[in-house]
């Protein structure tokens, strides 16, 4: 079972940056891809970013393209999300999965339960 850890979460300035982190433990497979997705009030999950087992592929949404970084230490078992340059529609609940592919989470196909997430606010 995939255990995930979201944290870095909290309340920024427009404009602002947060760093989010997502811890693995317990049975994770480092060729597993993963996956931030976000869920603002009354509105459904969404995918924003998601990366692949080696990096070498990522994807985007396109309300966060060159906004949002995606990257991973898989020696660290560890998949972070750099946030620049945030807007107010930025905040949400975000949470990290995993799945096998990025063309997976795309879809909503991800592996395990979600974990607790990590709340982000952009105030104006």
């Known amino acids: 079972q995939v255990q995930l850890v979201e944290s870095g979460g909290g309340l920024v300035q427009a404009g602002g940056s947060l760093r989010l982190f997502c811890a693995a433990s317990g049975r994770t497979c480092s060729l597993d891809a993963r996956g931030w997705f976000r869920q603002a009030s009354g509105k459904e999950r969404e995918l924003v970013a998601a990366?692949?087992?080696?990096?070498?592929?990522?994807y985007y949404a396109d309300s966060v393209k060159g906004r949002f970084t995606i990257s991973r230490d898989n020696a660290k078992r560890t998949v972070y999300l750099q946030m620049n340059s945030m807007i107010t529609e930025d905040t949400a609940v975000y949470y990290c999965?995993?799945?096998?592919?990025?063309?997976?989470?795309?879809?909503?196909?991800?592996?395990?339960?979600w974990g607790q997430g990590t709340q982000v606010t952009v105030s104006s």
């Open positions: 999965a995993a799945g096998s592919a990025t063309d997976k989470l795309r879809v909503g196909d991800h592996l395990g339960s």
């Open positions: 990366i692949s087992w080696n990096g070498e592929i990522t």
